[in-house]
């Protein structure tokens, strides 16, 4: 079946511009996530939500952060006025989320920003 | 705050040996641990995941066990290929109302042909 889809796959963009990245989290999942990962080192958590419901938000590193799941299914992370230090991959990972067994997390193929 | 280590940061062996990759986080209250391969610019794909009253699990040539009173879990690969390189990562979970994955920074394996 389908898994965890990102769009755009790479970005480059200059400072100071907005970008948004998408992902379409499996079908059905009720949770999604979203992580940065600076290179060589490992994902670090930014938001979750449940649902349409931004549960945790605590990773964010700015106000220039901001993400949104309007309907419960994809997702959109937006940074603006963008800086140097946000270049990295963004991942979205979903899970199902209903019971013990299923809170195994799933990851897109993430989006690699380039900020220049 | 959750911290989790791998050690090391990089190996490399020749094909066909056994190998452990270790993976170590300082709070003993978590839910599950995954293992994670991460393959050159690609996402994440899971290996393993172990619930937190399970000690180990197995598929295929990968074993990973886990020791949670000790905040430690290893991952063993047997008679490793040059396909096994990649990044692997660990990652723990600590459950409902606090779902997100705090991860390791990885250990970068290479398997020589």
């Known amino acids: 079946g389908a898994g965890v889809s990102q769009s755009p796959r790479y970005k480059v963009a200059k400072r100071g511009q907005d970008v948004a990245l998408r992902c379409d989290p499996i079908?059905?999942?009720?949770?999604l996530f979203w992580y940065q990962q600076a290179l060589g080192q490992g994902p670090e958590f930014l938001t979750y939500?449940?649902?349409?419901?931004?549960?945790?938000k605590s990773g964010l590193p700015s106000d220039r952060f901001f993400a949104e799941r309007p309907e419960g299914s994809v997702s959109t992370l937006k940074i603006q006025r963008t800086q140097q230090e946000d270049s990295a991959v963004y991942l979205c990972?979903?899970?199902?989320?209903?019971?013990?067994?299923?809170?195994?997390?799933?990851f897109g193929p993430g989006t690699r920003l380039t900020v220049t | 705050k959750q911290e989790v280590t791998q050690i090391p940061a990089a190996l490399s062996v020749p094909e066909g040996e056994n190998l452990v990759l270790n993976c170590s986080f300082t709070d003993s209250a978590i839910y599950n641990l995954q293992w994670f391969r991460q393959d050159p610019g690609k996402g994440l794909t899971s290996l393993l995941l172990?619930?937190?009253?399970?000690r180990e699990q197995t598929s295929g040539r990968l074993n990973a066990s886990l020791d949670k009173s000790s905040g430690r879990s290893t991952l063993y690969i047997a008679a490793s290929q040059p396909g096994d390189s990649a990044t692997y990562l660990c990652?723990?979970?600590?459950?409902?109302?606090?779902?997100?994955?705090?991860f390791g920074t990885g250990t970068r394996l290479t398997i020589i042909p």
């Open positions: 990652a723990v979970f600590l459950g409902f109302g606090n779902e997100k994955l705090t």
């Open positions: 079908s059905g999942h009720v949770s």
């Open positions: 990972a979903s899970s199902l989320a209903k019971n013990r067994d299923s809170y195994e997390q799933y």
């Open positions: 172990i619930q937190s009253s399970q």
């Open positions: 939500f449940q649902n349409e419901a931004q549960l945790d």
